[in-house]
């Protein structure tokens, strides 16, 4: 019995050492495991950590601790396109401590789906964003990196993955549906993925993300000759640098068409409208598609006045 055990134990060892040496990213892996025994160190840490030793608060002789707890959940999910040319070399990024990007999922055009963090611990994969009045995007999110150049259409195998973690994710978070977003959703200024041909009708028609009712009943055209925008005034325009600046006409002159100024939807939406051109850019990216700029026409106003009371 004994020899049998050790013949087992030596199956056990050599399987080990076949399979590390066959993973390239063994050593990342260790540095991955060392960080994970470091954080849950600090999860056992009891609070207060010195009781009745600070100046700023009263506490009392005897700790109690709850009975009743869990951790915390992720309720918010980010996708985004890694603008790379590989999976390869997006897991070369994300295991590279001076990049100090990751996300929690990156999925291949081939469907294989990499899970390179436990949901609960957090990536880093938002960077200075916002949704609503969430600012600390990280915190509350799960990050998923879609192996894409940035310009092309995302392969059906890589969105069955998608749509099959998304489902897992929402059951067993309970992330509601307004909660899928993209990383240009949370970052106007800075990001542009997932990029355009990004499906993400189709992902609110299963459940993640929200759409506005089609069809919208006209086709609106940018209206041309008057210097009063809806609900904008033209300096709203200032902070724009780029060449896509718009002038204040761009914006649909119809006020009808929208029961508030386009940035009150926008951000009932959980747009940040510090910039608005730029939250306007973002919104056309996520809900229009079939152009992406700072211009408001007659439908996108429809859309807009459609979509935000969904957010309310
Ligand atoms: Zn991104």
Redesign the pocket.
Known sequence: MKYRNNIGALLITGTLIISCASNPYAPTNRVHKKQAKALSKELKVLPPPSPGTTAKYNYAEDWVGTTNFSLRRPNLVVI??TAQNSVDQTLKTFTLPRTQVSSHYVIGRNGEVYHMLNDLYRAW?AGNGQWGSNTDINSASIGIELDNNGFEEFSPLQMASLLNLLEDLKTKYKIPAANFIG?SDIAPTR?N?PNRTFPWKLLALKGFGLWYDEPIDIIGEPVEGSSTAVGIEPSEFGSVSNDSTPSPNSISQNPELLDVSPRVALKIIGYDVTDLPAAIKAFKLHFIQTEVDTTLTDYDLKVLNNLYKKYL
């Open positions: 985004h396109h994969h990383h990001k993925d």
